[in-house]
């Protein structure tokens, strides 16, 4: 795996990145996953904090320093609790599970209807030009430009739902479940082609971090 983290308040593209994804504040903010709370939902997280305790959530990015290499903007979801104090209660599979703090970057433009998934690019900023980072971003957004089009393609089924406690579509009735079948046998193969395209070039980036953190030692 690269070798990525939090980044911190002080990291090198961190002006640059907020000034690109317009947001308005830099938060640091304690992370401290609850018991109950699961990783890639951090939204309905949040949004069930709310409800049970009162206070809003807040949408921004989250952002991780892949060392040597970029800056990646996640879109992410924190806590603003009643008090006023924000907490990131949304353990995180690039930052690790456990206590720490969240470099986040306020948005408060943004709203969603969480009865659907937000589909937000995750978002670089190059520390170093190199032509296997730019390979590799280009790929990503390859790939999500593909996931974000299949979702849209779902949406437009009637009788579809999205099930925020499982996290996955539900089809109302077997017509919707032949169209989400049929979707799925298109779709899914051209997602996987790019995410092996991905692959490919993630182990070119492996040895491009390995080259630059030698550089720097």
């Not at 290499?69 to 456990?98: C, F, K, M, N, R």
């Not at 296997?132 to 849209?152: K, N, S, W």
């Not at 393609?153 to 579509?169: E, N, P, S, T, Y």
């Not at 077997?174 to 790019?194: D, F, H, N, T």
Request: aromatic share 8%; hydrophobic share 45%; with cysteine.
């Amino acid at each position: 795996m690269l070798i990525q983290g939090d980044a911190g308040p002080n990291s090198a593209g961190l002006t640059a990145l907020k000034r690109r994804l317009s947001a308005v504040k830099v938060h640091v903010v304690p992370r401290q996953p609850l018991v109950w709370a699961r990783p890639g939902r951090c939204y309905w997280n949040v949004s069930d904090c709310v409800a049970q305790s009162g206070g809003r959530l807040r949408f921004g990015w989250l952002v991780i320093e892949i060392k040597a290499l970029a800056l990646l903007a996640w879109h992410h979801a924190v806590w603003e609790q009643a008090d006023g104090q924000w907490l990131d209660i949304t353990p995180h599979s690039l930052t690790g599970w456990e206590a720490g703090m969240t470099v986040f970057l306020e948005d408060p433009k943004q709203t969603y209807d969480l009865s659907w998934p937000p589909a937000q690019i995750q978002h670089f900023e190059p520390l170093v030009a190199d032509p296997r980072l730019d390979a590799f971003i280009q790929a990503y957004q390859t790939q999500f430009g593909l996931q974000r089009a299949y979702l849209e393609k779902q949406r437009a089924i009637a009788g579809l739902a999205f099930d925020v406690v499982h996290m996955r579509l539900h089809a109302h009735d077997p017509v919707s479940g032949a169209m989400l079948q049929a979707l799925e046998g298109i779709w899914k193969p051209r997602i996987e082609a790019a995410d092996q395209r991905r692959a490919v070039l993630l182990e070119a980036l492996h040895v491009c971090q390995s080259e630059l953190t030698c550089q720097m030692a």
